[in-house]
């Protein structure tokens, strides 16, 4: 049998020679469509869409019209009203026009039903429903499919209405009536011009939360949130996320909403996480969806995130659009640094940015170490959906935010409001951006520019002399940024470093606060007038995104950790302080924990901090932010090492971690940021007590879980549970199984939490649950929760026999014939085999090849995995 396969593979077609687009090929559009009317017969099994383009040649040329379609069935062509000489090559249709301009027609038919890739129209759960960014308009009708062209659309749907009693699209309703046979339809228009993939359409049987909100200049705007009947009563956080949004956005960026309608609809079955389309926002149900019992806080929280990101791209991506794709961080990056600020303003923005760094450490920092790292601002791709990365949004935004933070805050605002004004209504580049901004604020940011355009996570090397006699400090800094694929050589960067002195002795800043500009190979920076031994704080609240190593022993580490003045210092200190010690167990040297101990101690007696950031703080790096300190990666001597130092820190610490684990008593209903915090340190509280007295928390935990008012408790407990090796974890699972199973976001966490587990057998488990009944390959979330949450398990994952690469290899192969975007999204985490020890990086490679090899393989994982593999 072996041979056989063998053969196969070797005779395997070649893979296809799918093309690459570049960045510089950027040419402006031969035609552009001031306007479109489209006209639905909508059906789950079959629809039929007639389009009807306004084009108009745009510049001198005498090109045809070329338009995309894919996976739509063509019925006519029609060109000013008569029968069109057409051809079709490849994925377009091109159509020779004679004069400047036409009305182009087509009619084609598609399958929602049948559209197991969730982009363009596709039913879910009885709805239909749209996605069209990046590429998905193409697969509704032929249309030039770029962002670079804008158009007025005016729509209308007819369809059953029993089946799809609401009837929605973009901007505001102007027609509605009864057609025959229980039919019913609908007429929507649009007044402002937008890119074809911000067009959107919901049909389906949905009931509204309605509110309103009046805007500053007195625009009453009626707001609908559009979910399943029995969905109602989990929309408050959700609509009062939106009404803080739209107040945020007034007050901070002077943006206004623009039309009388703002309508957010919950879909169970999409890729993302939501979607901005104009006056349609569209979202994924678990942005969505939560109350006390079926939400945790941080779902509570990444609600208002979502909700907040998607009502500000209205400004930042729908107003001002991308010109083409390798923009992308024009509008993500920006968008994400807006839903970051305003996340920081309606809690506590120490936490809040700490937790956004810790995103930004486990998600980018990896992809920009690895095989697929690419620039903010990529020059290529195969497939555009492989790049709405960690990089374009998360790196952008602190590309921005470094930005922001040399300019200081009027002066960014300043160049905001040139931005906006300047290209409302336009499709722009990231320059256009960095232009605005440098004409609002008459600064220079040319320098930042090459974060753009360079990958990789820059390293910054600190060494700081006291000459007592001088009374001086003199900090010595080198910068330093690594090779990645296609960029083997680098230029230095500006890196500001928000950098202070904190006395050894006295503890208080003894020099201010200054913001460096690290940008030469080696640069040194004085400070006078240090009459104590200094302490180094350096990239206070994470000025940059970059990596430090400042040579600070754990006696500096453990005082920074008490007392630097920054909050966002004094966590990194801990984290440093921690980290040392499990770089070193991992290293196989001797690890000594007092000084962790200590530390955490004192955090945790300490009045004056409130419980989220002793939370963040003492929570121990991962096992993944541990491997990418090391050149090898063992994840079995990683593991060994953590667990160590959590045992010795759960032992010591018992007292206060109980205490701090049975703390003040909080209701569930309360969600002040007082009380997440609580139950917050609450769970990481008893995930240390776990480790020094296994016995003792798995009864700790069963009682936290059956007493729990609230699913933040209840999940946390579980989560400590499900690593045990005790009765109360199987109780446990089953009884979490017994209350959800008719809840499909709640089943998601009983998943999730299973692949999570840190436990030998955790393989095994996942593999029996990739055949439990509820286990659905069609639903990006189910799959997400088993299939991401094991990839993101270090241990497990990286089981030594294999196994789990081979699990991810078959999960990846099936969900690509069904769903390429979200097969794809599972790639990374097969693709750092480099770093890891021979022979699980064999096995890993294998994995790859074994993927590449399949016929027929979607452009997505190709590239993907293609690109792990060089
Ligand atoms: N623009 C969306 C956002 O970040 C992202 C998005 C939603 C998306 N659905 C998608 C991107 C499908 C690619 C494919 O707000
Ligand atoms: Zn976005």
Avoid at 118 to 131: D, H, I, K, V
Avoid at 353 to 361: M, S
Avoid at 505 to 510: D, P
Wanted: glycine share 6%.
């Amino acid at each position: 049998m072996a041979d056989v396969r063998n053969t196969d593979l070797a005779e395997a077609p070649l893979a296809p020679a799918h093309l690459t687009i570049r960045r510089e090929d950027y040419r402006p559009p031969d035609w552009l469509v001031p306007e479109i009317a489209l006209d639905f017969d909508l059906g789950a099994e079959r629809t039929r869409v007639r389009a009807t383009l306004t084009v108009k040649k745009n510049g001198e040329h005498d090109r045809p019209l070329r338009l995309d379609g894919d996976e739509v069935k063509l019925v006519s062509v029609k060109v000013d009203g008569a029968d069109a000489a057409y051809r079709i090559d490849g994925e377009q249709l091109v159509v020779e026009i004679a004069g400047d301009r036409a009305t182009v027609e087509t009619e084609v038919e598609i399958a929602p039903k049948a559209n197991t890739k969730l982009m363009g129209l596709y039913a879910s759960g009885g709805m239909l429903c749209t996605q069209c960014e990046a590429e998905g308009f193409r697969r509704i009708t032929f249309f030039p499919d770029r962002p670079d062209v804008l158009s007025k659309y005016r729509v209308r749907m007819e369809g059953d209405a029993r089946a799809f009693p609401i009837l929605l699209s973009n901007g505001n309703r102007v027609a509605q009536g009864n057609g025959a046979e229980g039919r019913h339809w609908a007429e929507w228009e649009d007044p402002f011009p937008k890119p074809c993939y911000l067009f959107a359409l919901v049909a389906g049987d949905l009931k509204a939360n309605k509110d309103s909100f009046t805007t500053m200049s007195g625009r009453k705007v009626d707001l609908f949130i559009w979910v399943r009947e029995a969905d109602l009563p989990k929309t408050a956080h959700a609509m009062e996320s939106l009404k803080l949004s739209m107040a945020w956005d007034e007050k901070v960026y002077g943006r206004e909403y623009d039309l009388d309608l703002f309508n957010i609809v919950a879909v169970s079955d999409f890729n993302m996480g939501a979607m901005e389309n104009k006056s349609l926002n569209i979202f994924n149900s678990a942005y969505v969806l939560a109350d006390q019992e079926t939400a945790t806080d941080a779902d509570f929280d990444n609600i208002a995130r979502v909700v907040a990101h998607e009502y500000f791209h209205n400004w930042s991506g729908d107003r001002v659009t991308c010109r083409d794709w390798f923009q992308l961080s024009l509008k993500e990056g920006f968008t994400v640094f807006r839903d970051q600020s305003f996340g920081a303003d309606i809690g506590s923005p120490a936490v809040k940015r700490i937790e956004d760094v810790r995103v930004l450490r486990a998600a980018q920092f990896p992809e920009d170490a690895g095989p697929l790292a690419h620039p903010v601002r990529p020059d290529s791709f195969i497939e555009i959906s492989n790049f709405y990365t960690a990089t374009v949004y998360n790196k952008g935004a602190e590309l921005i935010r470094m930005m922001a933070t040399v300019l200081g805050p009027e002066k960014f605002r300043a160049g905001t409001d040139i931005y906006f004004e300047r290209h409302d209504g336009e499709a722009a580049t990231c320059d256009d951006f960095v232009k605005a901004l440098e004409d609002g604020s008459g600064g220079d940011l040319t320098p930042f520019k090459i974060w753009y355009s360079q990958a990789g996570t820059p390293r910054v090397k600190a060494r700081l002399d006291h000459d007592a006699a001088s009374r001086t400090a003199t900090l010595h800094l080198e910068q330093s940024v690594p090779p990645t694929p296609g960029q083997p050589v680098k230029q230095p960067m500006p890196i500001p470093l928000k950098t202070a002195l904190i006395g050894e002795q006295s503890g208080s800043e003894i020099a201010a606060e200054r913001l460096l500009i690290l940008d030469q190979p080696q640069q040194s920076f004085t400070f006078e007038g240090v009459d104590e031994t200094p302490l180094l704080s350096i990239n206070r609240n994470f000025s940059a995104p970059i990596t430090v190593s400042a040579d600070r022993g754990d006696d500096e580490l453990e005082r920074l950790a008490q007392a630097d003045t920054d909050p966002f210092a004094r966590y990194e200190a801990m984290q440093e302080l921690m980290m040392l010690a499990l770089v070193a167990g991992s290293r196989g040297e001797a690890m000594d924990p007092e000084s962790v101990i200590r530390a955490i101690g004192a955090t945790l007696k300490s009045n004056s901090l409130d419980p989220a950031f002793k939370g963040e703080a003492i929570l121990m790096p991962s096992e993944a932010m541990i491997a990418d300190r090391m050149d090898m990666v063992d994840p079995d001597a990683i593991h060994a090492a953590r667990e160590g130092l959590r045992k010795s820190v759960g032992s010591a610490l018992s007292d206060v971690l109980l205490f701090a684990h049975r703390s003040d008593s909080v209701s569930g209903a309360d969600l002040s940021p007082q009380a997440k915090g609580i139950r917050r340190l609450r769970t990481v509280a008893l995930g240390l007590l776990s480790a020094g007295d296994p016995q003792g928390a798995a009864r700790l935990a069963k009682t936290q879980f059956d007493r729990a008012d609230n699913m933040t408790d209840r999940q946390g407990a579980l989560g400590v549970l499900v690593s045990l090796d005790a009765p109360e974890r199987q109780e446990a699972l089953d009884a979490f199984y017994q209350r959800s199973h008719d809840d499909a976001l709640v089943l998601d966490k009983w998943f999730g939490l299973q692949a999570a587990a840190q436990r030998p057998d955790t393989v095994d488990q996942v593999i029996k649950l990739a055949a439990h009944r509820d286990f659905v390959i069609t639903n990006p979330n189910r799959l997400r929760s088993l299939v991401g949450s094991f990839g993101a398990n270090q241990w497990a994952f990286h089981s030594a026999d294999g196994r789990g690469y081979t699990f991810l290899a078959d999960m990846i192969i099936a969900a690509d014939k069904l769903n390429p975007q979200i097969a794809a999204r599972m790639v990374p985490p097969l693709g750092r085999w480099k770093r890891f020890e021979p022979k699980r990086a064999a096995m890993m490679r294998e994995a790859l090849e074994q993927i590449v090899a399949v016929p027929g393989l979607s452009k997505d994982v190709f590239e993907q995995v293609s690109k792990s593999l060089a």
